[in-house]
């Protein structure tokens, strides 16, 4: 029980410390690592919820493949340290702060003044196999195969979505850029082989 | 641990989250941030799925990760489409859908 207490706060405030460093942090490397800490945290949580599974897709899926993605674009785009002082004449930078205090107080009250009194207990009973993968691949299959399959498709249109945008287009960018009928006719205009260079 | 705890600490990390999708400047952080507000709603459906010990809110879990890895792919590409077109990596010079 104590430890379990011990537990909930380390990886809450390691949880806390990682959203900060996100927000506060100048670098954009920097705030992909405080994430990473972030989530690693939030797995822990998602232990001490009993979410076996969750907290390890978490730390597969989002510590370790998403967060390589970020890795990858702030190396290509260069993440240079950004100005964090409120722009002038900017509105949002300083009411942003201001509305989200106010939604933290408002969704405190709300949780705290809910009629759901299960909230001040430990959770309901329950079986050794609670968020196990096998129960969780069970319910997936059986009850919620159609959205199983939906998401797989949402996945795939995101990955050639990507594709499509980031892909290097010749010729579109840049006026000057004309692929001439003696480049064409040296055969290896807009090949594989002159994409590899 | 009372669930309130969780749901506290979930409503904390969503307005960190949202103060930083506003007030930040480089839509890469911006997604980050957005990051943050996903996974302080994941937090709160597991906490609930544990206090009604119905595994439902693991699923529904597990669906918002697939959607958020989805709007990172997507988002990153439109950072990297940007970033090609010499464009300004700044969410305020961005506002025309034309680019």
């Known amino acids: ?197 | 641990m009372d669930i309130a705890w969780f749901v506290v600490l979930s409503a904390f990390i969503f307005c960190i989250g949202a103060a930083g999708v506003l007030t930040r400047r480089s839509p890469l952080v911006v997604l980050l941030c957005l990051e943050l507000m996903l996974n302080a709603g994941n937090l709160a459906l597991i906490a609930f799925a544990r206090m009604v010990g119905n595994q439902e809110g693991h699923v529904f879990a597990l669906i918002v990760m697939v959607i958020a890895a989805c709007e990172v792919v997507i988002g990153l590409g439109i950072i990297v489409a940007m970033y090609r077109r010499r464009l300004p990596i700044d969410v305020d010079s961005m506002s025309e859908l034309r680019g």
Do not use: C, W
Not at chain 1, 13 to 24: E, H, R, S
Not at chain 1, 51 to 66: H, K, M, P, S, T
Not at chain 1, 146 to 161: D, H, K, N, Q, R
Not at chain 1, 166 to 187: F, H, M, N, T
């Open chain 1, 1 to 197: 029980m104590l430890f379990e207490q011990l537990l909930f706060f380390v990886a809450g405030g390691g949880a806390v410390a990682g959203a900060l460093g996100v927000v506060l942090l100048r670098n954009p490397f920097f705030s992909v690592l405080a994430l990473v800490a972030h989530l690693i945290s939030l797995a822990v949580l998602f232990l001490l919820l009993s979410a076996a599974f969750l907290a390890a897709a978490q730390v597969v899926v989002y510590a370790g493949a998403v967060m390589v993605l970020y890795v990858f674009v702030v190396a290509y785009i260069g993440g240079a340290d950004e100005d964090l002082r409120p722009r002038a004449g900017g509105v949002a930078a300083v009411l942003g702060p201001v509305f989200a205090v106010v939604l933290l107080v408002e969704l405190t009250i709300a949780i705290v003044g809910s009629s759901l009194s299960a909230l001040d207990t430990r959770g309901a009973e329950i079986g050794a196999g609670f968020g196990s993968p096998g129960e969780i691949g069970a319910l997936l299959l059986n009850r919620f195969l159609i959205v199983f399959e939906a998401a797989s498709f949402l996945l795939l249109i995101a990955a050639i979505g990507a594709v499509v945008l980031a892909a290097k287009r010749r010729g579109l960018d840049d006026p000057d850029d004309v692929i001439s009928v003696a480049e064409l006719a040296r055969g290896d205009v807009g090949t594989q082989k002159e994409a590899i260079g």
